[in-house]
C-alpha cells in the first residue's frame, strides 16, 4: 500500500502496489500534482492520456526492437559534440532526475521549451529541476528564434537546441522536431505512438514510456561511454528508424486481436 496526496481533491489516496494499474495511477498522480504546481500544462494531462493509450496497446512494457532503439539513441548522444536535453512539464515530473543524471554524463545542456510557454512555467520548471540537483536550466534567457517554427517552441537559447547537433525530446510535437531536422540537427525522440510526425521525422524514435526508456538509455550511456567512435557509429548506422516503427506499429495492430 502507498499513501499519496491527490492535491486537487485535497485527500490521501491509497494506491495498492498490487494493482495491476498501479504504476499507470501513480504517474496520473504526480503529473495533477504537477499541474497544481503550475509545471505541467492542463493539455499535457490530455496529452498523457493519449500516451496511456499507446502504452496499454503495446502491453505497458519495454520491447526488445526498443532496446535497440535505446541503445542506438545511446550511441547518437555519446558521439554527439553538443547534445542537449529539451523538457517540458510531463518529462519533468515524470523523468527529472534521469534528466539530470543523463545531462551530467554526457556534459549536455538541459533546456525548457514549451509549446504552452509563459515566463512563470518555464521559471518554475527550471526551479523544480534546479532543486533536483541540476547545475544549469537554460530557456529563459539569451533566446533566439527558429522563423520556420511557428509556436512557442521557436524561442529557444543560443547556447542550447539552437547549437545543439543532437537533441533528445520526449513527449514531443512534430512541427518542431521537423524543422530541427531541416536545420541538419539530430533528434532522439522518446514518442509511445510510433505513427505520430514526431516519430516518423525524428533520427531515432524510441516507442516507449519516459518513465521506463529514461533509466535504460542512462544505463545503456554508461555502457558504451568507453567504446571507440567507430563502434558508436557502427551503432547507430545499423538502426533502421522506418523498420523499426513498422514493427511498433504491427505490435500494436496485433494487440486488438481478441484472446
Not at 22 to 28: A, C, E, F, G, H
Not at 90 to 112: D, P, Q, R, T
Amino acid at each position: 500500500m502507498r499513501k499519496i496526496l491527490h492535491v486537487g481533491l485535497k485527500k490521501e489516496m491509497i494506491l495498492d502496489k498490487r494493482h495491476p494499474r498501479y504504476l499507470s495511477l501513480l504517474y496520473r498522480e504526480k503529473l495533477i500534482e504537477g499541474y497544481f504546481m503550475g509545471i505541467v500544462a492542463i493539455a499535457g494531462l490530455i496529452a498523457h492520456g493519449r500516451g496511456e493509450t499507446f502504452d496499454y496497446l503495446l502491453g505497458e512494457k519495454t520491447h526488445e526492437e526498443t532496446i535497440e532503439a535505446i541503445k542506438a539513441g545511446a550511441a547518437l548522444l555519446l558521439l554527439a559534440k553538443h547534445p542537449v536535453i529539451s523538457v517540458n512539464g510531463n518529462f519533468a515530473i515524470l523523468a527529472g532526475k534521469e534528466i539530470i543524471e543523463l545531462s551530467k554524463i554526457l556534459n549536455a545542456k538541459i533546456e525548457v521549451n514549451l509549446f504552452y510557454r509563459s515566463k512563470k512555467r518555464i521559471e518554475k520548471i527550471k526551479r523544480y529541476l534546479l532543486n533536483l540537483g541540476a547545475e544549469e536550466v537554460l530557456g529563459d534567457k539569451d533566446l533566439v528564434e527558429i522563423p520556420t517554427i511557428r509556436s512557442e517552441r521557436r524561442r529557444v537559447s543560443k547556447r542550447g537546441i539552437y547549437k545543439a547537433d543532437v537533441v533528445l525530446v520526449a513527449i514531443e510535437d512534430g512541427d518542431r522536431t521537423e524543422e530541427l531536422i531541416k536545420l541538419g540537427k539530430k533528434v532522439i525522440a522518446i514518442d509511445l505512438n510510433p505513427l505520430s510526425r514526431t516519430a516518423r521525422y525524428a533520427t531515432i524514435t524510441i516507442v516507449d514510456n519516459v518513465t521506463r526508456a529514461m533509466p535504460i538509455l542512462l544505463n545503456y550511456v554508461k555502457k558504451l561511454r568507453t567504446m571507440k567512435r567507430s563502434e558508436l557509429k557502427e551503432i547507430v548506422k545499423k538502426f533502421n528508424n522506418t523498420t523499426y516503427l513498422k514493427k511498433m506499429e504491427k505490435k500494436i495492430r496485433t494487440s486488438f486481436k481478441i484472446r
